[in-house]
């Protein structure tokens, strides 16, 4: 599904990816996990463009991102329009939620399927109601965001990228920004997500998530991936650095129903 070849990316001659090297196959949930500033949200980022990568290669469903770029180092208006499709084959979970305050829940769930994917008004508003149910949000079709909890505003997050009926879904430590008591609803959906067969790559402070849901991990420190495996495997690992962080990430939620 996805393949990435010497994906690197700088910000002002500091280098943030490093010569990334990355194949993710369809079904497969991969947790990236490692300490701040180890290039874990740039990569997310760079995947569906949002960040221009310095240099490297990004393919989805074997099809080149191709792009260019203005003398500000932006995408051009050119690029934005070819690169709709990758906006409709990889949808973006963030960890700010990234809500439209002044939409409801639906209008949030339907703009981009009408405006991206040019789907009528009634099927996309059908198809909210049917992903509002899978996350436990019908009765909030009409409200604001501003009137939900954050884990609620999460839940529409999700709803929103799943209406662009996605084969990849990234999602940016989709709980950080939640109470503790918030973060396990959101887990749930992701659970779900990963059993139903989703691709998801996940930023994550989540390690049961990522102990007990991936299929993957990879392990990032300065801007590259230094392990990667099976969870068993990269959690069972004697690298002192690795410990150190797990070590930092052992009170994280349990996951209800997970062996």
């Known amino acids: 599904m996805i393949n990435i070849r010497k994906l690197s990316k700088s910000f002002h001659q ?3 990816l490093d010569q990334i090297d990355l194949d993710i196959k369809e079904g497969e949930v991969v947790s990236i996990i490692g300490p701040s500033g180890a290039g874990k949200s740039t990569l997310l980022r760079c995947l569906n ?50 809500l439209w305050p002044n ?4 209008d949030n769930i339907t703009e981009g399927p009408r405006i991206v994917k040019k789907v009528p008004r009634p099927e996309a508003e059908a198809k909210a109601r049917l992903l509002l149910e899978k996350v436990g949000l019908l009765d909030k079709i009409n409200a604001y965001p501003a009137n939900l909890s954050g884990g609620q505003q999460q839940r529409v997050a999700i709803a929103r990228a799943l209406a662009m009926e996605p084969k990849i879904i990234l999602f940016d430590e989709p709980t950080s920004a939640l109470d503790p008591e918030l ?20 930023v994550t402070h989540e390690m049961n998530f990522a102990r007990n849901v991936s299929d993957r991990v990879l392990f990032m420190e300065d801007g ?16 002192a650095r690795m410990n150190q962080f797990l070590r930092n990430f052992s009170h994280t939620a349990e996951l209800k129903g997970v062996n």
């Open 103 to 106: 939409k409801t829940v639906l």
């Open 14 to 16: 500091k280098k943030v």
């Open 183 to 202: 973060v396990q609803e959101v887990l749930d959906i992701m659970v779900k997500l990963a059993r139903e067969g989703m691709t998801m790559v996940v």
């Open 49 to 98: 463009l949002l960040e221009v990568p310095t240099s490297g290669e990004i393919y989805v469903n074997t099809r080149k991102a191709e792009y260019k770029t203005n003398s500000s180092g932006r995408l051009t208006f050119i690029s934005q329009m070819k690169l709709t499709w990758l906006r409709s084959e990889v949808s973006m979970v963030f960890q700010q939620f990234n």
């Open 224 to 239: 590259q991936i230094t392990k990667s495996g099976k969870p068993e495997d990269v959690f069972s690992t004697t690298n």
